[in-house]
């Protein structure tokens, strides 16, 4: 494509959330507390279900994965956000940016991916509770893991590669506190639309294709669990999903509100965006652990062998 006589750009300015000095400040301290609790919480689940040997099942492991990625997802945009919000300059490279765009695509898309994984485990362990050992075995589960890294990795190739060979000369500011694509398109003075096709396709595939598999493992539990006579046994049966169901309501809802908005650098867009990227990494593990006996239980025991290992 000519470009005539547009400069090349090499960097982008990221207009962040505010540009009142005050206000930023205050944005540095709520977001960097926030960082410092997402990382030790999900460190601390990682730990937890590791060292315990009482949560060695399908479940924890599928959720110790869980925590490791919303490690790197939160890793993958908090970091320039905090130094932004501290530094006159926003700048970050073109480079730089799709680096944080391809990490930001493998962590949401392989989360998406392990969540439908999640609700499988789910039904088995509700719908075939006398089998669940035999159908979730180790090299099943294992399987179920990589897999989920392997399609969140074609994803975000097939979206990557034809946005390397776009040429930005036109505005070289983002609307918005980190990259995505959707972001970098209208900065493009390339031809955009096969970049768009790919990301149209790969989205409703991915993101419909994990939404149906979860859906129809949860229409297989309700059906199960009211067919259990029991007020309690239904009780119970609930509760071992209740933690994913509230996980995957929070992803999805904020994925969806997130993406379905036109790209404008709105306050309730980058409300949505806060939510998916930042705020929904932190209450995973709380979720988790707040409403699962096994987990507090474990956390109690692992912390009482630290301290007593390190008196």
């Not at 956000?81 to 930001?104: D, P």
């Not at 900065?187 to 991915?206: A, G, P, R, W």
């Not at 709380?286 to 062998?305: F, G, P």
Request: proline share 4%; net charge positive; with cysteine.
């Amino acid at each position: 494509m000519d470009l005539g006589n547009h400069s090349i750009i090499l960097e982008f300015i990221l207009l962040g959330l505010s540009a009142d000095p005050h206000v930023r400040t205050l944005l540095f301290v709520l977001f960097l507390g926030i960082y410092i609790m997402t990382l030790m919480g999900n460190l601390l689940m990682l730990l937890v279900v590791r060292a315990d040997s009482h949560l060695h099942t399908p479940m924890y492991f599928f959720l110790s994965h869980l925590s490791f990625l919303d490690f790197c997802f939160s890793s993958a945009t908090v970091p320039k956000l905090l130094e932004n919000l501290l530094s006159q300059r926003k700048t970050i490279s073109i480079g730089g940016c799709l680096a944080q765009v391809f990490f930001v695509f493998e962590s949401g898309g392989t989360e998406a991916c392990l969540l439908s994984v999640m609700a499988y485990d789910r039904y088995v362990a509700i719908c075939y509770p006398l089998l669940y050992g035999q159908m979730m075995s180790n090299q099943l589960c294992k399987g179920l893991v990589w897999g989920s890294w392997g399609l969140g990795f074609l994803d975000t190739f097939i979206n990557i590669l034809p946005t390397m060979n776009l040429n930005f000369c036109s505005y070289d500011s983002i609307p918005h506190y980190s990259c995505d694509l959707p972001s970098l398109f209208p900065l493009s003075c390339s031809d955009i639309s096969t970049n768009f096709k790919v990301l149209l396709f790969s989205s409703i595939v991915h993101g419909m294709g994990t939404c149906f598999l979860i859906l129809y493992s949860y229409i297989r539990i309700v059906s199960t669990i009211l067919s259990i006579s029991s007020t309690s046994g239904r009780s119970k049966a609930f509760s071992t999903c209740s933690s994913h169901l509230i996980a995957v309501l929070l992803f999805y809802g904020s994925v969806f509100l997130r993406y379905l908005m036109p790209v404008s650098g709105s306050p309730l867009e980058l409300i949505f965006s806060i939510q998916y990227s930042i705020i929904t990494p932190l209450v995973n593990p709380l979720i988790y652990s707040l409403k699962n006996n096994e987990v507090k239980a474990a956390v109690r025991r692992t912390l009482r062998k630290y301290f007593q290992y390190i008196r």
